[in-house]
């Protein structure tokens, strides 16, 4: 879907449909450098997914004073949107992945947002589950 206004160009805008994840890893026995392999191995398999419409790691909006680089990346959190109707596919993916991670995560979608933080398998049933009447208790609604 896409916008356009006089003379501005097309831009893509948000659809209602688009769910936006954010995965943290944050077990506190790892060091931030293994937590950052954590979230790039998921971030490789992440790729591959045909339902995500964007997948990336998260900028860092302060990035060191003097970094000579374009922009930072903030250690171990991914971001990914994914149309509504592939959350139970993208759910069972995490949950296949994420298994024995300790993680938050961030689920947004209709203008409302669900946080979770998880440690073990039981927690992250529970969260996947909790993800998924989130986004589709939001789409009934609208």
């Known amino acids: 879907m896409t916008h356009e206004t006089g003379r501005f160009p097309k831009v893509p805008m948000a659809d209602k ?9 944050t077990d506190p026995e ?3 450098e293994e937590q950052d392999e954590q979230a790039q191995k998921l971030l490789n398999q992440m790729k591959t997914l045909d339902e995500l419409e964007e997948v990336g790691r998260v900028l860092d909006p302060n990035p060191p004073v003097g970094n000579k680089a374009l922009g930072g990346f903030l250690p171990g959190i991914l971001k990914a949107v994914i149309k509504a109707n592939h959350i139970k596919q993208f759910m069972e993916f995490l949950g296949d992945r994420l298994v024995g991670q300790t ?5 947004t979608g209709n203008g409302k947002s669900l946080k979770v933080k998880v440690s073990n398998q039981a927690e ?3 969260a996947v589950q909790a993800a998924e009447q989130f986004i589709m208790a939001g789409l009934v609604a609208t």
């Open 17 to 25: 449909s688009d769910i936006k994840f954010t995965i943290s890893f």
């Open 30 to 32: 790892l060091d931030l």
């Open 103 to 107: 993680i938050e995560m961030e689920v």
């Open 124 to 126: 992250l049933k529970e």
